[in-house]
């Protein structure tokens, strides 16, 4: 679940401060050596501690009736203030995902090809991010260029909890759901998927 997915990513800079200060306190000629070596061993784990978090595979997605989607708010790297409810009548992609996240950001450019192009056909995305720092994930929207709202997922933690009484446990990133025009949740994938995948399911309901 988010809580999960945020001990794994925390882990990650965990161990980054303990390098950066064991670069602090010890005498860089005399152990350099030692910290080179256990630095490209500190690499490796941060790396499955990333993988951890981010969910590889591109499994197969569950088309069904998952229920009403949860209202998720919040201020968008933009400025503005989402309230999901307010797309009624749309159908919503809401996009769990992070700046860390290989997979996820290897989808971005996918939705905001779809925002694009079926955006004045009813269609509207909506990210949320697992990052932490709002100055990461607000300079990464902006240098890609999303056409759509991305949220922090951080001020959104209860809703993200009624999301998964819906749907299941969000054990990894990124998870993407699908949301018809009547509000209801039809269409989970977890793990990365092509612009094809999405816009197959999407035509269904616009």
């Not at 978090?53 to 503005?80: H, L, N, R, V």
């Not at 995902?97 to 509207?124: D, N, V």
Request: with cysteine; charged share 25%; proline share 3%.
């Amino acid at each position: 679940n988010y809580a999960n997915i945020k001990k794994r990513h925390l882990s990650f800079f965990g161990v980054v401060r303990y390098i950066l200060a064991a670069k602090n306190h010890h005498d860089r000629g005399r152990n350099m050596y030692m910290l080179r070596r256990f630095s490209i061993f500190i690499i490796v784990c941060l790396s499955l501690f990333t993988l951890l978090a981010c969910t590889q595979s591109t499994q197969a997605g569950q088309e069904k009736d998952y229920g009403k989607m949860p209202k998720i708010t919040g201020k968008s790297f933009d400025g503005k203030m989402i309230d999901t409810s307010k797309y009624a009548g749309k159908v919503l992609i809401v996009d769990f995902w992070a700046t860390w996240c290989p997979p996820c950001r290897k989808e971005i450019p996918g939705f905001i090809a779809l925002q694009k192009q079926y955006g004045s056909k009813g269609l509207q995305i909506v990210g949320v991010s697992f990052d932490d720092e709002e100055t990461e994930h607000k300079q990464f929207t902006k240098q890609e260029g999303f056409n759509y709202p991305s949220i922090l997922g951080k001020d959104n933690v209860t809703a993200i909890n009624a999301v998964e009484k819906k749907i299941g446990p969000i054990e990894g990133i990124p998870t993407t759901v699908v949301v018809d025009r009547q509000g209801n949740i039809k269409y989970v994938h977890v793990g990365y998927a092509d612009k094809a995948e999405f816009e197959k399911i999407i035509k269904k309901y616009l």
